[in-house]
């Protein structure tokens, strides 16, 4: 077996074993691109897993993001596209090239990683905890606040690309969990068929991406309007793009929104999904929630060589001992010492520890992004900590309070 970067030759291995491993969601745009992307990556790097005859057996591609991790701009590496070919499944080929692929942007010194999951079971043994989350609301447009004005709306221009692009960039930089990529971030947002934009007293403000999907197959006069994002810089904006939304009674059935935000259902009279999906019988479904990206901590002594600012200046100062359990990256099965006080939070050795929190990499990793809080863990025995009286001075000094948010699928 030898697991190495995929060549442009082997081209026709690789489009085969990425179809095969996600047959109803490989983009068209993904084979297109390939043999330009074996030659000079722009998206990523393909790595393979080969047999002794040189034919593929599995493949993922690693890519390079920046994420903003607790008000801190960090390199990341993403995991995309993992997939084994039919023939070889069971082999534990997946798991290997997880393994390699993370130990090569450890190398590379990215401290952290994520990709999207699959299967979170299987990911969290490789030591990727849960991160953020996604809801889709669907209202009827007639349901959806209407405050009379979308007159600063308009279809993005071509020439406008750019400058929707730094506004996103922006976004990113001031907020938790969102991630930079400049290959994604322009196809993620411009391969969509339709891009609105705000703009109030000549400057971007906002912008939304939309589509349509069917949903009677024997009508075109209704359709479900799908909007994917979502991101503006204040309520104003919001407004402008609800009235838009609740415009469209005519020949829109619901508007699907994909957002981050769990209290978005506040936005409408009536929040009902119309699936009568309540589990109760009595109490309508008003959202789904869905997984987002899994993040994992590849380099505990790098990461908190970065990290090492607390949300909010702790009570007392203490030196937590951090006792991790990671039986997939030796490197981070062990114990570290930080010393924290005030607002800081500092690598430190041949201290006595105060207090000891015993953890798994995966759930540390969702600690620190703010995903679950201290107290979930404890209280459900996830961790352990030997003095009960430093929790919440251990949340604030290396935990989040704010969820991570982000729209990027890869």
Request: glycine fraction near 8%.
């Amino acid at each position: 077996m030898d697991i190495r970067f995929v060549r442009p030759e082997e081209e026709a291995q690789l489009a085969r074993n990425v179809v095969t491993g996600f047959p109803s969601k490989t983009p068209e745009a993904l084979l297109h691109n390939m043999a330009g992307e074996l030659k000079s990556p722009e998206e990523g790097r393909y790595l393979g897993c080969f047999d002794d005859s040189g034919n593929l057996m599995g493949s993922s591609l690693l890519m390079d993001f920046e994420v903003n991790v607790r008000g801190k701009r960090m390199q990341m590496g993403g995991t995309a596209y993992l997939s084994t070919g039919f023939l070889h499944k069971k082999e534990h080929i997946a798991k290997n090239l997880v393994r390699v692929g993370l130990g090569f942007f450890a190398k590379t010194g990215r401290t952290v990683g994520a990709l999207h999951p699959f299967n979170p079971a299987f990911y969290y043994k490789m030591g990727f905890g849960y991160c953020n989350e996604t809801m889709m609301y669907s209202p009827r447009p007639q349901y959806i606040r209407s405050y009379g004005d979308k007159s600063g709306l308009s279809y993005a221009k071509p020439e406008e690309e750019e400058e929707i692009l730094e506004f996103y960039r922006k976004y990113a930089g001031k907020t938790h969990g969102a991630t930079l990529h400049p290959f994604m971030d322009r196809h993620r947002i411009f391969d969509m068929p339709y891009v609105v934009v705000c703009r109030r007293e000549g400057r971007i403000t906002g912008y939304l991406t939309f589509e349509f999907a069917e949903v009677e197959h024997y009508t075109d006069m209704y359709h479900d309007l799908v909007v994917r994002e979502l991101i503006c810089e204040d309520i104003e904006t919001m407004k402008q793009f609800l009235t838009f939304f609740a415009s469209q009674t005519d020949q829109i059935e619901r508007v699907r929104i994909y957002t981050y935000e769990e209290s978005f259902h506040m936005l409408f009279t009536n929040p009902d999904s119309g699936e009568n999906r309540a589990f109760d019988g009595a109490i309508q479904e008003i959202g789904r929630r869905n997984m987002g990206y899994m993040f994992r901590i590849l380099d505990l002594k790098g990461y908190f060589a970065q990290q090492n600012h607390s949300q909010q200046p702790v009570e007392r100062e203490f030196t937590l001992k951090l006792q991790v359990e990671d039986d997939f990256m030796e490197q981070n099965n062990g114990s570290i010492l930080l010393h924290i006080q005030e607002d800081k939070v500092l690598l430190t050795r041949d201290r006595e520890a105060d207090v000891v929190l015993k953890t798994n990499i995966a759930d540390l990793s969702s600690l620190v992004m703010g995903a679950i809080p201290l107290s979930a863990f404890l209280w459900t025995g996830r961790m352990e900590c030997s003095d009960r009286k430093y929790e919440e001075d251990i949340q604030r000094a290396i935990g989040w309070k704010e969820k991570p948010k982000n729209y990027t699928y890869f």
